[in-house]
């Protein structure tokens, strides 16, 4: 049944208590007139009908344009007035006035209580109770069993869960963490029978797409117990009170199915600091208190495992974090280059593929999430059905890789011959300077084919292993890399152009890291100046030093850069034969690779 059908049927109760309270000629406009007024139209007679009830006259009479009117006027204790009314003309066919009076219901005290106190009452519940079930039905709760102090939503736990550790690659450590988890979901009579008290919860802590959310599902997959999984949004309702309601009734559900798994995903929703800044959140911090107060309320051998996930870990309040809540802290990292094989693997499995070299994909992924190689992976497989072919290649993820880096290539884009060769000029400067300079990424691929991502060519460079530590010298490398575009331009082309905006920006973050958090200037030796926010989303920085040493850091940086760009142009000028002989066959072929590039660099 709708629910807004409830609310009608209230309203249609409202008005019939309506007509019941002001009787009969409640239709009309009724205009409150005084006594002697009355007494007036009575005698002049104009009153048409007269009806008395308990302490009011309501009349109809003809006002001064003649027209029928009802009136009210308060009664006055008159004995005359029977008599004046049975003498009294009126404008009725008869020339008598019509007149009644009701009989005074005598109530019974109980039913006057009931109606004057009671009825109100019920009347507010159920516009309240519909109301806020109308709101609720309209916020998704659906079909919803929602009464005071529970929850709209049924949260159904999952009983077959099928995922299993097998489907998260890498990650030794967080499986391991949680392994004993399983066991003692297995068998919790084990660990009570020795008094042992397992950590009641386990927050899953790392950056987007790490398989956070993967790995609690295949915990509860590999322990075989009910899942029930919520996200900290679903919290969050408009009422207060309607949160905590609902963790109430989350735990509730799962004491009973217990053993089992709560899972609470982007657990910063409801868990951030409290905090005393005007207005706070009543509904949110209701919610966490209670959160707080359920996971206090069962002990450890209930069978009950809590797990939740987020990727901003700094910001949640401290009592979630203290030993008995969340005490276990399971880090979820972004894939080694070990790490992306085995995820690169695991999608694989899903996907027909042949002779694919794993080890030069994992390569050119440095930095990828596991969600973004599984994305690789399957637009490497749409790639596939796009060309006709019926099994993924390594060239299908390599292409795929560049799609999730740069964008899908923009062939129909119309770029003038002058352009492309500027286009081209800029990519092999920063080729031949990433390639003249020791301790720098091998060169891997050089192309001019423009990227939906804006990117008029690109010049990628990939690690031959994994890379942990970067020394100052290969960050110094890197940054005259970056200006190594720029600096063709000018040389060659004597020309600046707006291709170089992305470089300008990478390298200047660089260059201020170096200073203000690697401590790898002379100046500020190893003193911090910049902390880093949210290190999982972006990591953004706040500055923490004076004006005096911000201006200073700025002349840093600046020199850094200079430095840099003077070496990328110097690289430039000393290979002017070898850029102008690459440039043209780049231009000639449009994308060419590492191997290309250094065999006609070493030729003699
Ligand atoms: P998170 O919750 O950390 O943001 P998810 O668990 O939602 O990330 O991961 C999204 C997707 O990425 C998963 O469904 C899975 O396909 C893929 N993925 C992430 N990490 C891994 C991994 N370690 N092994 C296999 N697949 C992974
Ligand atoms: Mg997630
Ligand atoms: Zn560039």
Same mark, same amino acid.
């Given at each position: ?17 309506? =007509? ?15 006594? %002697? ?62 007149? *009644?009076? *009701? ?9 006057? #209580? ?21 709101? @609720? ?27 299993? #550790? ?10 391991? =963490? ?31 797409? *790490? ?25 969050? @309702? ?24 709560? #899972? ?6 409801? %868990? ?13 911090? @209701? ?82 999430? %596991? ?95 994994? @890379? ?50 690697? %401590? ?62 690459? *440039? ?21």
């Amino acid at each position: 049944m709708p629910s807004y059908y409830n609310f009608i049927i209230v309203l249609v109760v409202l008005m019939l208590i309506n =007509s019941l309270v002001v009787p009969g000629l409640s239709e009309k406009k009724i205009t409150d007139t005084d006594y %002697g007024t009355f007494i007036e139209k009575v005698d002049k007679g104009k009153v048409k009908q007269v009806k008395m009830d308990e302490g009011k006259i309501y009349y109809s009479a003809l006002n001064d344009s003649n027209e029928e009117q009802t009136y009210q006027t308060g009664a006055v204790d008159d004995p005359d007035l029977v008599n004046r009314l049975l003498a009294s003309e009126s404008p009725n066919e008869n020339g008598k006035i019509e007149f *009644t009076k *009701t009989i005074p219901r005598q109530n019974s005290p109980i039913i006057s #209580f009931l109606l004057m106190w009671v009825l109100p009452g019920l009347i507010f519940f159920w516009i309240f109770r519909s109301g806020s079930k109308m709101i @609720q039905g309209r916020m998704g709760g659906g079909e919803n069993v929602m009464s005071f102090g529970k929850s709209n939503a049924k949260i159904y736990a999952e009983s077959e869960i099928k995922t299993t #550790f097998a489907d998260v690659a890498g990650q030794d450590e967080a499986k391991e =963490s949680l392994n004993e988890i399983v066991d003692f979901l297995h068998n919790p009579q084990r660990y009570a029978s020795i008094g042992a008290n397992l950590p009641k919860g386990a927050l899953l802590v790392g950056p987007p797409g *790490t398989g956070k959310t993967l790995i609690a599902r295949a915990v509860a997959g590999e322990a075989k117990v009910p899942f029930f999984a919520i996200s900290g949004s679903e919290f969050v @309702q408009m009422f207060v009170g309607v949160g905590a309601a609902k963790v109430r009734d989350l735990f509730k559900q799962a004491k009973e199915k217990a053993p089992c798994i709560i #899972f609470i995903d982007e657990i910063d929703t409801i %868990g951030k600091k409290r905090d005393s800044r005007m207005g706070g959140n009543d509904e949110r911090e @209701q919610t966490l208190n209670q959160l707080l107060t359920e996971m206090d309320g069962f002990n450890g051998q209930t069978g009950v495992v809590i797990l939740a996930a987020t990727n901003r870990p700094e910001s949640l309040d401290s009592a979630l974090l203290r030993p008995g809540r969340f005490d276990r802290r399971i880090q979820m990292e972004l894939p080694d280059l070990e790490g992306r094989k085995a995820i690169l693997n695991v999608h694989l499995k899903k996907v027909k593929h042949e002779n694919i070299n794993l080890d030069l994909v994992a390569r050119a992924t440095s930095g990828a999430s %596991g969600a973004e190689l599984a994305n690789i992976v399957n637009e490497a497989a749409l790639r596939a059905v796009r060309l006709g072919k019926d099994s993924v290649t390594t060239v299908d993820l390599e292409e795929s890789v560049e799609v999730v880096i740069a964008g899908a290539q923009k062939k129909g884009k119309v770029i003038s011959d002058e352009e492309k060769k500027i286009i081209a000029y800029h990519e092999i400067g920063h080729a031949i300077v990433a390639a003249k300079q020791k301790n720098t990424a091998p060169v891997h691929k050089i192309t001019i084919i423009p990227r939906t991502s804006g990117a008029l060519g690109y010049t990628m460079q990939v690690d031959s292993g994994d @890379q942990n530590l970067m020394s100052r010298e290969e960050l110094l490398n890197r940054i005259a890399t970056l200006t190594g575009g720029r600096a063709a331009e000018e040389i060659i082309c004597n020309t600046v152009t707006t291709g170089a905006s992305n470089d300008i920006e990478q390298a200047t973050k660089m260059a201020r890291a170096m200073v203000t958090r690697y %401590g790898m200037s002379e100046e500020f030796d190893m003193m911090a100046l910049e902390t880093v926010n949210n290190a999982y989303l972006g990591g953004d920085s706040t500055l923490t030093c004076s004006p005096e040493i911000s201006a200073a850091i700025d002349r840093e940086v600046l020199k850094m850069i200079k430095d840099a760009h003077e070496k990328a142009s110097q690289i430039i000028r000393d290979n002017l034969d070898k850029i102008h002989e690459l *440039t043209d066959y780049l231009l000639q072929k449009e994308t060419i690779t590492g191997d290309e590039f250094m065999a006609i660099l070493n030729k003699k």
